[in-house]
């Protein structure tokens, strides 16, 4: 069973220019989670989407946004990027039924913003 | 008070020792406990999960959770070089389907 993808694995951009990343979640997974992680503030929650609908959001700014498509697939976007935005975006999935599902991650993708 | 909370570590042990993590929470209404681990530049990976009190043992990983104190512990036997990463903690509601992850604690076994 394939894991957790995440495209693309590595992306430099500057600031003010905007980012689209896409994760496909395992077979099966219809829940899909984003996270930031920074050394300085480890593991930081995005939003959560379940069957296309946002379930669950972060306290990012609005600059930060996230869908996801009927295949469960998600894409999640950032717009006007600052310095700050560089960090490993990860994305997970669980089934999404129950809060007792684990909840595995993708390989992430490091966003590096000059 | 933060939701999950860890120490951060460095937690030094010899090639060998039981290495102990500890993990506390907030929530009484917590109800999912997932122990990652997690490389240096890798993502995170599943290890363990506990959903009641007691332990739960796999391989050389023993999770252990007592809700009345609000803790989960993983134990690490046999610890071996190549279990030094950071160790994360993340807990769930009932209801909610949001993980909440500690910082981390950060493993280094000595050869």
């Known amino acids: 069973k394939a894991g957790v993808t995440q495209t693309p694995r590595y992306l430099i951009k500057t600031r003010g220019q905007q980012v689209t990343l896409s994760c496909s979640p395992i077979s099966g997974h219809r829940s899909v989670s984003w996270y930031q992680q920074t050394p300085g503030q480890g593991l930081q929650f995005l939003f959560e989407?379940?069957?296309?609908?946002?379930?669950n959001k972060g306290n990012f700014p609005g600059r930060f946004s996230g869908r996801q498509f009927s295949n469960s697939r998600s894409e999640m976007n950032v717009s006007t990027l600052e310095l700050g935005d560089s960090a490993l975006y990860l994305c997970?999935?669980?089934?999404?039924?129950?809060?007792?599902?684990?909840?595995?991650f993708g390989p992430g993708t490091r966003l590096t913003v000059l | 008070q933060k939701e999950v909370e860890q120490n951060s570590g460095p937690l030094s042990v010899p090639e060998g020792a039981i290495a102990s993590l500890n993990c506390t929470y907030s929530d009484r209404g917590s109800q999912s406990f997932f122990w990652y681990r997690q490389y240096s530049g890798k993502s995170p990976e599943l290890i363990m999960f506990?959903?009641?009190?007691g332990d739960k043992e796999d391989g050389r990983f023993t999770a252990q959770l007592n809700k009345a104190s609000q803790y989960v512990s993983l134990l690490i036997r046999d610890s071996q070089p190549s279990d030094s990463a950071t160790y994360l903690c993340a807990v769930t509601t009932s209801g909610t389907y949001k993980y909440i992850f500690g910082t981390g604690t950060r493993l280094k076994v000595l050869a």
């Open positions: 997970a999935s669980t089934r999404g039924g129950s809060s007792y599902n684990e909840q595995f």
């Open positions: 989407y379940f069957s296309e609908t946002q379930r």
């Open positions: 506990i959903y009641s009190n």
